[in-house]
């Protein structure tokens, strides 16, 4: 049975950093491509990053400069640090893994909140 768990959320003032961490079981971690993704109120979901098994990054361009993924093979958990948080940046966190080939199915984790405010 594929998990992944979220952690990591909460309140944050706005210019603040915060760690989130997911934490997969049931799946051969170092060849999924783990991402991070987020859903605001009465948004889509929207992209925020995403890491292959190998290392390579992609961050949404928005976050650029401010989200760090990265990830540990070993104990098959995948990061995102956060910086200079902004309100705009309020939202539930979702993990993601996925293999990357056609028609791979996408698992998912409940979602961590963040909430960036005063």
């Known amino acids: 049975q594929v998990q992944l768990v979220e952690s990591g959320g909460g309140l944050v003032q706005p210019g603040g950093s915060l760690s989130l961490s997911c934490a997969a079981s049931g799946i051969s971690f170092s060849v999924y491509t783990m991402g991070w993704y987020r859903q605001a109120p009465g948004k889509q979901r929207e992209f925020v990053a995403t890491?292959?098994?190998?290392?390579?990054?992609n961050v949404a361009d928005s976050m650029k400069g401010r989200f760090t993924i990265s990830r540990d093979n070993a104990k098959n958990t995948v990061y995102l640090q956060m910086n200079s948080l902004k309100p705009e940046d309020t939202a539930v966190y979702y993990c993601?893994?996925?293999?990357?080939?056609?028609?791979?199915?996408?698992?998912w984790g409940q979602g961590t909140q963040v909430t960036v405010s005063s």
């Open positions: 890491i292959t098994g190998g290392g390579i990054t």
């Open positions: 993601s893994a996925k293999l990357t080939i056609p028609g791979a199915y996408e698992y």
